[in-house]
C-alpha cells in the first residue's frame, strides 16, 4: 500500500469525500475554536484563518491539474475573469456545483459578492440566538481570500448572511479588494 | 390519522426534546413530561428482561384506548417516541425519518451539546416539516 504522499494527485481529481464525515469534522473545529476564543470576531477570524490554509492548497492543486489536462493552461491576470474562475471553478472543484450569483457593488467599485443560496458547509449547524452574527461561512470566506491572493489580488473577504424567502440560508462572500488592485485594473484598461 | 407528540429521551433517561402537535391535548407541565419520560425509559428496560426469548428489545408499541405509543430505540441508547391515534399506521416511517433528521440537524450542529436539551432550530423546522407532510 503506497503511502499517501507517493499517490498521484491526478488519480483523485475526481475523488469524493463523505459529506457526512466532513460535517462533522468541521463540526468538531468549530466546537474547538469555540473554546479558545474570545468572542464572535475573533472566531470568525480563526475560521478564516483555517479557510486561507484551504485556499492555497486548493489554488496551488487546482493549477497543477489544470497544466496537466489542458495543452494552453491559462493563469488569470485580470480581474473579472480571476472572479469568475472563482466563482465557478473553484467552486465546482470544492462543492460539486458553481456558486449561484456574482455581483459588483453598487456603492463602492472595491466590493464583489458571490452569492451561495445553501451553503454546503453550514447546511446542518444551527447558529444559537445569543450568537446570531456568527457565520460559519467564514471558512469559505478564508479560502475565497487565499486564492485571490495566490493570483495577485489582494483582498479582505468576509462571510454575511442574507436570508430571502426562498433561500433562508443565503450566504454572501463579501470580496473588498486592496486599493492596490483597483487601480492596476484601471491602468491596465 | 393525527400525530399528537414527539418525545427524544437519551441513554439516561431523561427528556431531551418534547414537542405536541395538534390540538385537544392534555397541557402537562414541563415537570410532569420530564417524569413521564423518566417512567417510560424505566418501563422500556424492564420490558427488555421480560421476555421469555433472551435476545429482545424493550416494548416497541404500546396501545392505550385512545392512543398509540410507538417507541424507537437506536443502537446508541436513545429513545425516539412517537404518541399518536390508534388508526395511525405510519408511526415507524416518521420515527425513521426522525432518527434521519436528529443524526443531521443536532448530531452534525457544533453548538449541540449530547444529552442535553436539544435547542437547535434546524430540527424544529425539520420536524416541523415532517409532520406537515405526514398530517
Redesign the interface.
Known amino acids: 500500500r503506497s503511502i499517501i504522499y507517493d499517490r498521484n494527485l491526478n488519480k483523485t481529481r475526481a475523488a469524493e469525500v463523505s459529506y457526512?464525515a466532513f460535517?462533522?469534522l468541521?463540526?468538531?473545529a468549530?466546537?474547538y475554536t469555540?473554546k479558545r476564543v474570545s468572542g464572535i470576531a475573533d472566531m470568525e477570524r480563526r475560521l478564516s484563518t483555517l479557510g486561507y490554509r484551504v485556499g492555497i492548497r486548493v489554488l496551488e492543486l487546482m493549477s497543477w491539474r489544470g497544466e496537466s489536462t489542458s495543452k494552453a493552461p491559462k493563469r488569470e491576470i485580470r480581474l473579472l475573469p480571476a472572479l469568475s474562475y472563482i466563482h465557478t471553478q473553484v467552486w465546482k472543484t470544492l462543492f460539486g456545483k458553481p456558486a449561484d450569483a456574482i455581483q459588483k457593488s453598487v456603492e463602492n467599485d472595491d466590493e464583489y459578492m458571490i452569492v451561495d443560496n445553501d451553503p454546503p458547509i453550514t447546511r446542518?449547524?444551527?447558529?444559537?440566538r445569543e450568537?446570531s452574527q456568527l457565520n460559519c461561512s467564514a471558512l469559505t470566506a478564508g479560502i475565497v481570500e487565499a486564492v485571490l491572493d495566490g493570483l495577485g489580488f489582494p483582498a479582505r473577504v468576509t462571510a454575511h448572511s442574507m436570508p430571502t424567502d426562498a433561500n433562508p440560508s443565503a450566504t454572501v462572500i463579501l470580496i473588498k479588494l486592496d486599493r492596490s488592485v483597483v487601480e492596476r485594473e484601471e491602468a491596465l484598461k | 390519522m393525527a400525530v399528537f407528540g414527539l418525545w427524544v429521551i437519551n441513554k439516561a433517561g431523561g427528556l431531551v426534546y418534547n414537542r405536541d402537535f395538534g390540538e385537544g391535548l392534555a397541557k402537562l407541565t414541563s415537570n410532569e413530561y420530564l417524569v413521564l419520560a423518566g417512567t417510560l425509559h424505566g418501563i422500556h428496560a424492564i420490558t427488555s428482561r421480560l421476555s421469555p426469548t433472551s435476545s429482545s428489545s424493550g416494548a416497541q408499541v404500546i396501545e392505550g384506548e385512545s392512543f398509540k405509543m410507538t417507541i424507537f430505540l437506536t443502537a446508541t441508547g436513545t429513545k425516539f417516541v412517537l404518541l399518536t391515534s390508534l388508526s395511525n399506521m405510519s408511526a415507524d416511517v416518521i420515527l425513521h425519518k426522525t432518527y434521519e433528521i436528529y443524526s443531521d440537524t443536532v448530531m452534525k450542529n457544533p453548538f449541540h451539546t449530547p444529552e442535553m436539551p436539544i435547542r437547535t432550530e434546524g430540527f424544529d423546522s425539520r420536524i416541523a416539516a415532517l409532520m406537515a407532510a405526514f398530517a
Open positions: 457526512s460535517a462533522f468541521f463540526s468538531e468549530i466546537q469555540q446542518h449547524i444551527s447558529i444559537p450568537m
